[in-house]
């Protein structure tokens, strides 16, 4: 089968099975685990913070950052399609006890209009917006990239407002080689950053949650409190620094993957948005049946609604996947148009 349901179904190849089998190990919860703590170190100095937490999933790297950075009976603004707002189980509310604010936005980047004018005034029967949360790229908005200047106005509106800010980076590094612009121009202005590891980049299993030194003690407290503490997790850290060092550059073929089949799909009638990292979202009349019929063939991506549709290029597929995808998915649309 060839999967392009998302980034997040690569396997591990040979060599970063090896590195991941080969580690020096500790325990993590007694903090002397050295792959673990090579690997924080090593995205730290990338991002540009102080430090940085190793967790299992990117979810709890978001969750733990709001817990830190927020009061109970307060609020969050998040873009109104954003990851934290759809797929994390209304955890801000159960675990932080804050209210979630959308933001409305233009595929998944945040309206500064919006944004401003979703600040409550300093009255004690409003909540207090005590964090903005960006997600870059922008899944639901079809893997869009943040461009620099609406980050940089957004930290200003929450400066002014005297929120933090957080950045929601599962796919940070798609946004990195889509831009260009350098990693910590991309990073400045946030006090937290999560980073996956386990999308584009390939490895199987983790997160990190860069932060000040000033937050570590109580992030691990609250990974802890989460169950996220992992005792020989260097087996996973491995697998994540290998990835680090190795796959990054390699997103670009993914980029060109992605551009290859929009333009395909586009050729034969398909209404495509025009993807700027790995992620393709076109419209079909019958996406289900599209999806149950490519996927008799041999081809996996995701009806998202009646109409909608969502394929991922990753670092498992070549170019021959991406071909046979292609037309498996023009004859099959073909059939269902006659």
Known sequence: MID????????????????RCTPPLGDDVLGDDPSVLALEEQIADLVGTETAVFVPSGT??????IWL??????????EQDSHIYHYEASAPALLSGVRMKPVAGVRGIMSTTSLYALFPPDDPHFSPIDLVCLEDTANRGGGTVYPVATIQAIQEIARSHHASLHLDGARFFNAYVASGIAIKERTKGFDTISICFSKGLGAPVGSALCIPKSMRRDAIRIRKMLGGGMRQSGILAAAAQYALNHNIEKLKHDHYHARLIAISLSECGIKVQAPQSNMIYFEHPQAQRLVELSAEQGILFLALGPTTIRLVTHLGLQESDIQKAIEIIQNTHKKLSS
């Open 60 to 65: 709890m790297a978001n969750q733990i950052a």
């Open 69 to 78: 950075q927020t009061r109970k009976g307060s609020a969050i603004a998040v």
């Open 4 to 19: 392009l349901r998302s980034d997040t179904v690569t396997q591990p190849t040979k060599d970063k099975h090896n590195a």
